[in-house]
């Protein structure tokens, strides 16, 4: 063995010592420390790169034994030899509990010391290496799992981030509940949600907007809270999270508030029992909520003002109303007729909406047409026809002025085109008229019709049926007069 080795031997006899000492200075390289007890030992253990370490087992104040166990303690990789003149089976046991790794039976020949220095040598080479290899394995399990903490925190923030992004795209508050479903679908695992509206007294709900991760699925296959724990959970305005039948959280429900006021809850859904939402779905959920209760108070505010400015409107058609008689409640009962139509033809809520503004307001034109002609009984002359046309562009571009209802806008100065392009202001033709503007037509003529006017009585509900049915493919798209008159068959206009 040609490496120089540090070699320890700890015996409370000088002679051992000294057999030591004479064979290791003419026989090895090796360099050879002594010690006459334990605690002398250890000493030398704490300050020198021992290699090895040959022990008596009977030695004052600190015995073999005990040594070994300090030294296994203080580092395992040093090989611990016990030197007996007693040996016996529980000593043997004994001392390899204690980390001892071979033992010799005194009195012994020096030429054996050489054999089991290399023998234990090799041993504890190999068990460094397993050491080595054990602290590489931990290492890379430790990296792995800070990777694994590192890329779930990178996904937290881009969530995090991805909800305050979507909500501020949210323009009004049916946009953002449409929203705040979505996101469910997207940052957790659950087969649908649901935004509700409490009612009155917190005694029910009502589902406004869904999501489906099934695209076929529509609002009546919504899985619903029973009414008590919807209550309970509006009552008490905290997050809930209700276990399916295998003990794991397959419902999350959580209160929206605004100023402390609950007054609507987001519901997540898992519709296979073998999985459940996590703590971190919770969470996600439930800052989404927080984020979004912020908004929907800005957007109230938005919406109120947006409230005031169609009231505003809306008293100008009221005050025309007020002139015409014969014309009283002409808006409302056009808009109500456009959007069954809208409804029945797959518009979407959106164009829905539209059509309630403009079915309003498409007469507030009219404001700037001379009362002797708007109210004139008999037939209107070629100049006053001219002017009263006038009045989709007078009310489109009053609506033009507040800058955001450019739709509603175009729908207003279109509502009296043709569908053979002989209509007014702009001789539009076919599909190039808005389709909602198509759809407006066809309710404006029909109340019209069915309602008395300053120039003839009202007509009744079969002839102008019989007018609107000739009228189609000329003044009107045939399509949207076949969805009219199947409302209209089924009574729901």
């Known amino acids: 063995m040609k490496e120089n080795l540090k070699i320890l031997v700890v015996d409370d006899e000088e002679c051992i010592l000294d057999i030591f000492k004479g064979y290791f200075e003419s026989e090895t390289n090796h360099t050879l420390f002594t010690a006459s007890d334990g605690f ?3 000493e030398i253990i704490k300050t020198e790169p021992i290699n090895c370490c040959f022990t008596d087992l009977s030695m004052p104040r600190l015995d073999g034994l005990e040594l070994a166990r300090k030294i296994y303690q203080h580092d395992n990789t040093i090989p611990v030899v016990v030197m007996t003149g007693y040996p016996s089976m529980d000593i043997a046991i004994e001392t390899l509990k204690n980390g001892v790794v071979d033992f010799i039976t005194k009195p012994f020949q020096m030429e054996q010391i050489l054999p089991t220095i290399s023998k234990i040598m090799n041993a504890r080479s190999n068990f460094v290496e397993n050491i080595l290899l054990k602290e590489e394995a931990k290492k890379s399990k430790r990296l792995v799992k800070i990777n694994k903490e590192l890329y779930g925190k990178i996904k937290e923030v881009e969530t995090i981030n991805l909800i ?16 705040l479903v979505n996101l469910s679908g997207k940052i957790t695992p659950c087969d649908e949600a649901h935004f509700c509206f409490f009612t009155q007294e917190m005694k029910d709900y009502e589902i406004i907007t869904s999501f489906f991760k099934d695209e076929n699925k529509k609002r ?7 009414k008590e724990m919807a209550k309970k959970i509006g009552g008490d305005g905290i997050p809930y999270l209700i276990k399916g039948k295998n003990g794991g959280g397959n419902i999350i429900a959580i209160p929206l508030k605004i100023r ?13 029992e073998d999985k459940y939402f996590s703590e971190k779905d919770i969470y996600y959920l439930n800052f989404l909520i927080d984020k979004a209760s912020s908004s929907i108070e800005n957007l109230a505010l938005y919406e109120n003002i947006y409230e005031n400015l169609f009231s505003t409107l809306y008293a100008f058609v009221e005050a025309i109303e007020a002139r015409d008689p014969y014309t009283k409640e002409h808006s409302t ?10 409804r029945k033809s797959g518009c979407s809520q959106e164009e829905i909406a539209k059509l309630n503004i403009s079915g309003n307001l498409h007469d507030i034109g009219k404001i700037g047409i001379p009362d002797s002609i708007l109210l004139k009984p008999g037939q209107l002359t070629d100049d006053e026809y001219t002017i009263i046309k006038k009045h989709p562009v007078i009310g489109s571009n009053i609506i033009g002025h507040l800058g955001m209802w450019t739709d509603e806008q175009d729908i207003i100065r279109h509502h009296h085109e043709r569908f053979d392009g002989k209509g007014y202001p702009d001789s539009l033709k076919g599909k190039d008229i808005p389709l909602l503007a198509r759809i407006l ?3 404006d003529v029909y109340d019209a019709l069915t309602t008395d006017r300053s120039y003839r009585l009202q007509m009744s509900d079969n002839v102008a049926i ?18 009219f008159l199947d409302l209209h068959s089924k009574g729901e206009i």
């Open 40 to 42: 002398e030992a250890f």
């Open 164 to 179: 305050l992004q979507k909500l501020d795209q949210a323009s009004n508050s049916q946009e953002l509940f449409k929203i």
């Open 220 to 226: 009546d296959d919504a899985v619903y809270i029973e």
């Open 260 to 272: 402390s006021r609950v007054f609507g809850m987001l519901t997540s859904i898992i519709n296979n």
């Open 333 to 342: 009962s056009v808009s109500k007729y456009a959007m069954s139509i809208a």
């Open 441 to 443: 037509s066809v309710a």
């Open 466 to 483: 019989e007018i609107i049915k000739k009228s189609a493919g000329s003044q009107f798209d045939p399509k949207i007069v076949d969805v």
